[in-house]
């Protein structure tokens, strides 16, 4: 069930996350309409739940972490085109545009790939300080006051 949950709220943290981009992006160019219908709502969340989906096998020990950086891309990398190109959403302007989305997704991806791996690696860094700083406690505890009353 942990599991279960730890997808689902990971795809709504992607979910809002994209739709705050894309608000964010819509307001910065000046759409007089920054909408979103259910349909395209349930296609940012169905991509929310692939990308949740993509990090569980990014974060697989048994692989090593080149092979397991080329695994997630080429799912995120799938995930996309099947929703948002097949979806029609950018298949509808032709190659170019279908091109000018693979790039920006891979330029989009190196970019925030790095930013998680030094801020997970910072905090990583953070967590060992703090953990380190901390005294250490016993787990069992004796209870030196207790006498027994028969010995």
Do not use: C
């Not at 995120?76 to 693979?102: C, D, E």
Request: proline content about 2%; charged content about 15%; aromatic content about 14%.
């Amino acid at each position: 069930m942990k599991r279960i949950q730890s997808i689902l709220l990971g795809a709504a943290g992607y979910t809002v996350l994209i739709l705050l981009l894309f608000y964010i992006f819509a307001s910065v160019s000046g759409f007089t309409e920054s909408e979103i219908g259910f349909g395209m709502f349930a296609l940012i969340l169905a991509f929310g739940v692939l990308i949740s989906l993509a990090d569980r096998l990014l974060y697989l020990d048994a692989v090593k972490l080149p092979v397991r950086i080329i695994i997630h891309y080429v799912a995120l990398m799938i995930a996309f085109s099947v929703i948002f190109i097949g979806s029609g959403n950018i298949a509808a302007r032709g190659a170019a545009a279908i091109f000018v989305a693979a790039v920006v997704f891979t330029a989009l991806y190196a970019v925030i790939f790095v930013i998680a791996y030094f801020v997970r690696k910072g905090v990583r860094g953070l967590d060992t300080a703090l953990d380190r700083r901390m005294p250490k406690q016993d787990a069992k505890k004796k209870n030196t006051e207790y006498k027994p009353l028969y010995k």
